[in-house]
T-cell receptor, first 112, second 115 residues
């Protein structure tokens, strides 16, 4: 099993550009989440999904959009990138409310 | 609101020795799950150990064990027989099923294992 995969691994954007961070999981997990990790800090939740067609906001949702059209995929969209969005982004998935979250390898994003 | 505090930004230990990483938290929730994650230089988040708050028995996973003190709201990680590969950032994290689908993380402890 590939587990949770993320692409790209690294991306440089200019302020105002848009892009989509991809996340996929092959474990048939209902729950998927996006976190960001800033230097010297733990992860903070951006958005999450409890199943196809259902998404909700986390702790730091501003500037990001998500959708969940399939169980496997959960892309994160930046509509107009800002330097404050420079961070490492992690996607995670888990089967049920009580189960452990498994993380992808992360995407490092630099916004100039 | 839930808060998680790791008061040791950095720690070091000699190879083969034992080290304990501290974590305290504050919550009014009664149902929650506690985790320790390891993040090596590769940045991959790796689950080390998991504890259910309703269980009194402390979780153990090979060289890793926890000391969960629910009344004191403390959740420390003990690493026995430290190995060079244990060098990493360690995060404690909590999941509250009744308070949104999010892991709440502490700020992390950077552990260096010295040969």
């Amino acid at each position: 099993n590939a587990g949770v995969t993320q692409t790209p691994k690294f991306q440089v954007l200019k302020t105002g550009q848009s892009m989509t961070l991809q996340c996929a999981q092959d474990m048939n997990h209902e729950y998927m989440s996006w976190y960001r990790q800033d230097p010297g800090m733990g992860l903070r939740l951006i958005h999450y999904s409890v199943g196809a067609g259902i998404t909700d906001q986390g702790e730091v949702p501003n500037g990001y959009n998500v959708s969940r059209s399939t169980t496997e995929d959960f892309p994160l969209r930046l509509l107009s990138a800002a330097p404050s969005q420079t961070s490492v982004y992690f996607c995670a998935s888990h089967r049920g409310v009580q189960s452990t979250q498994y993380f992808g390898p992360g995407t490092r994003l630099l916004v100039l | 609101a839930q808060t998680v505090t790791q008061s040791q930004p950095e720690m070091s230990v000699q190879e083969a020795e034992t080290v304990t990483l501290s974590c305290t938290y504050d919550t009014s929730e009664s149902n929650y799950y506690l985790f320790w994650y390891k993040q090596p230089p590769s940045r991959q988040m790796i689950l080390v150990i998991r504890q259910e708050a309703y269980k009194q028995q402390n979780a153990t996973e090979n060289r890793f064990s926890v000391n969960f003190q629910k009344a004191a709201k403390s959740f420390s990680l003990k690493i026995s027989d430290s190995q060079l590969g244990d060098t990493a950032m360690y995060f404690c994290a909590f999941f509250f099923p009744d308070a949104g689908n999010m892991l709440t993380f502490g700020g992390g402890t950077r552990l260096m294992v010295k040969p």
